[in-house]
Each structure stands twice: as structure tokens, then as C-alpha cells.
């Protein structure tokens, strides 16, 4: 593909990943007629973190926020006027809608229930913890052994509270959301609360060690050690959405060769026309998630010594294949290569 004029855009002060790796391949033009698509040249969440918060804001601060307002509108217009689809990625808690009409777009918070064809998963790039080049491979023991280092509902509810959670669990079931119950603590949360409680009942069986922070991030300072000790040394990482429904310790597990315990939140995964998630994970659907000890235990008595190690080298293989920005940079590239070819 290098050398193939792929995307038209122009230059940032903040480009997206992909600008920069597609530009040093010499894949994007400022030739509007001569690339098959249009990419939005700054990561969309930018708009969101720049937002001025109050009318004392700077002005400048004011003026940037607007032009990259305008530079948005901009090429959604260019991508309706000249019916090329825009390239557009959010790498953000929100769930919000996006402003565009004909846009493919990438992001790291949506739910599958509701998908639509120009919407698709995207990995939270994690870059705040340092890379262990040669993670080390645990062998297998007959006790699983889990980590949970972060923030969650606390362990005993008050009967309110999670009357609440079955009654809006029912009105998700029935496609109602806007009628939704105000809760105390976030859905995620409360799901994290479920399978800690979940995997403390099954304490004789399962090494379970967790630790229930007020820190934001479980990697927040002082923390940070505590943490990659947890992670190197327990093969097994419960994750669990946050204020976003997408799990960053999911991909810090992956890219450490550790096996996520994964409650799946409706989330909307990346790459899953190449990856099946389902049989590289230990995975809890919400309703499953009070049987979270015993899915474990039958998953990890079910491997031998050899697959146990295996699925370890194949998950930091996937990391490296598909999750890093570059990685997932030519991921997004040959998708689009091939959609030109398939028209």
C-alpha cells in the first residue's frame, strides 16, 4: 500500500495517530479529488477536552475551540459535497452522538446493542504505564490467580439501590432508556462490585487479591508500583468497564500477556471481523456475572499447563498485532484499502 494516495487532510497543530503514520507512508494528499476518502485530521475527543468551561476562559482558548468547531464542520461538509466517507476517531468515555452524516467512525466507548455499520471499535492506547518487552509467562497452578486493582461500588449495597439496578437492567431489556433511574454509583461499578463479591466467595479455590481504590485510575501515583506488581503476578485480570463503557485495564492485561476476566458491558470491541474475542478471554456476560468465581474455575481447569501458557503468548501476540497505534493504524488502513477494492 505505501505510495498509494489513501486520504485526504490536511495538517493540525494536533493531528490523530493515524495522520501522522498514514502521512509518513505518503498515503494522504491535499488533493481532495485524488483520495478515495477524508480524514478528519484531529482525534474528535480533543474538541471535548478543549471546551471552555466557563465564560472567563481565555480568549484564545475560545478561539482555538471554535476553529476546530468550524475545521469539523468543515470536512463534513467537504464529505457529503464530494460523497467520500469521512474517517473520524473519538477516543473518549462519551457515548454522545456524533456530528456527522457520512462519516466511518472509530471509538473506544459504544455499546454492540447500538451498532450501526459506520461504527466500529477502536483500543484505548496504553501508554501510561511503562511496556515490559518480554512480559513474563506464569505457569499453571492449580488455583487461578486474579487481581483487581481500582475503583467500585462498595461491597454491601444498600436494597434500594440495587432495586434500582434490576428495574433499569429491565427497562434496557425492553429498549427504554430515556426513563432510566439516577444511581448512586455507575452501572460499571456496580457490575465490578457483583464479580468481586462473586470471586471472594470462592476464596478457597480462587487467589484473589484486590484492592478497592478512591484513586481515579489504579495506576494513579502512589499506586503505580502496586499495581504492575498485581498485574506481573497474577495471570488472571478482572476488568470491567468505567465511566466509559470500555475497559482500559483490558488492554493494559492484553499488552502484559495476562488473561482478562472480562464482564462484557455491551462493549463494542475492536477488530472483531479478525479477532474473536470470545475465545481469547474468560468471558462474563452482565447476567452471569454472580457465577463469575465459578466461570473462572471451570475455564482454568479446563486448560491444560501447555494452553494456559500458549493463550498467554497468543493475547501480548494480538497486542502487538492489532492494539499498538501503529498496529492498529494498518489495521485501519487495509480495512479501507479493502473497501475500495470490494466496491
Known amino acids: 500500500m ?15 495517530f493515524l495522520y501522522n503514520i498514514a502521512a509518513k507512508q505518503g498515503l494522504v494528499t491535499n488533493d481532495i479529488h485524488a483520495a478515495p476518502y477524508l480524514l478528519l485530521p484531529f482525534a474528535y475527543e480533543t474538541l471535548v477536552y478543549n471546551q471552555p468551561s466557563t465564560k472567563h476562559e481565555e480568549k484564545a482558548a475560545k478561539e482555538a475551540y471554535e476553529q476546530m468547531q468550524q475545521l469539523a464542520a468543515h470536512y463534513e461538509q467537504l464529505s457529503i459535497t464530494h460523497q ?7 477516543y473518549h468515555d462519551s457515548e454522545e452522538e456524533l456530528p456527522f452524516s457520512n462519516a466511518i467512525i472509530f471509538r473506544t466507548s459504544w455499546r454492540r ?12 492506547f496504553v501508554d501510561s504505564l511503562p511496556q515490559n518487552p518480554q512480559p513474563t509467562i506464569l505457569p499453571y497452578q492449580q488455583q487461578p490467580t486474579v487481581s483487581f486493582r481500582g475503583q467500585s461500588a462498595p461491597l454491601t449495597v444498600p436494597i434500594t439501590m440495587r432495586l434500582k439496578f434490576a428495574i433499569n437492567r429491565l427497562l434496557r431489556k425492553a429498549g427504554i432508556n430515556r426513563h432510566q433511574l439516577k444511581l448512586w454509583y455507575l452501572p460499571n461499578y456496580l457490575y465490578r462490585r457483583a464479580a468481586i463479591q462473586s470471586l471472594l466467595q470462592l476464596d ?12 481515579h485510575g489504579a495506576y494513579a501515583h502512589p499506586l503505580k508500583n502496586d499495581y504492575l506488581q498485581a498485574m506481573a503476578q497474577h495471570a488472571y485480570i478482572l476488568c470491567v468497564g468505567g465511566f466509559g463503557n ?23 470491541l475492536p477488530c472483531t471481523d479478525v479477532i474473536n474475542w470470545r475465545e481469547h478471554l474468560v468471558w462474563i456476560d452482565t447476567a452471569q456475572i454472580p457465577q463469575t468465581g465459578a466461570i473462572l474455575l471451570q475455564f482454568h481447569r479446563q486448560c491444560s499447563p501447555a494452553q494456559f501458557e500458549t493463550r498467554q503468548q497468543q493475547l501480548r501476540q ?26
Request: net charge positive.
Open 246 to 268: 470500555y475497559s482500559y485495564r483490558f488492554y493494559e492485561a492484553i499488552r502484559e500477556a495476562r488473561i482478562p476476566l472480562f464482564v462484557d458491558s455491551d462493549c463494542l
Open 204 to 215: 478457597n479455590a480462587i487467589q484473589f487479591d484486590v484492592a478497592i481504590t478512591q484513586h
Open 318 to 343: 494480538l497486542y502487538n498485532q492489532y492494539l499498538t497505534p501503529e498496529a492498529f493504524a494498518q489495521y485501519v488502513l487495509g480495512m479501507l484499502q479493502n473497501n475500495m477494492t470490494n466496491k
Open 113 to 124: 446493542s447500538k451498532q450501526r455499520p459506520n461504527v466500529f471499535g477502536m483500543p484505548a
Open 2 to 16: 505505501p505510495g498509494t494516495t489513501l486520504l485526504y487532510s490536511q495538517p493540525t497543530p494536533q493531528p490523530c
Open 84 to 90: 467520500k466517507k469521512l474517517i473520524v476517531f473519538f
